[in-house]
């Protein structure tokens, strides 16, 4: 059974090792506005903070994803 702590983090104890006991429920973080734009090199995304608890402070409610595929093995990605 989850505990949800006051900032969000939920307290799951899991018997599986190197599974995390702490979560956040899906209205954390962010989601993409707009659907994704298609580059030459990847993709572009623009991101809207979730109304959700902070966790740090001084959020940044709109940030841009820019992500590009370099190499077969490289994947870069900017916010």
Not at 22 to 28: A, E, T, V
Not at 34 to 39: E, I, W, Y
Not at 50 to 78: C, M, W
Request: positive net charge.
């Amino acid at each position: 059974q989850s505990v949800c702590a006051r900032r969000g983090c939920c307290w799951s104890p899991q018997s599986e090792p190197g599974v995390p006991w702490c979560l956040f429920s899906s209205n954390h973080g962010y989601e993409v506005a707009g659907g994704l734009r298609a580059t030459q090199e990847g993709f572009q995304a623009t991101l809207t903070r979730l109304s959700s608890p902070s966790l740090f402070g001084n959020d940044i409610n709109t940030v841009v994803l820019t992500a590009e595929y370099q190499t077969q093995n490289r994947f870069h990605f900017k916010v």
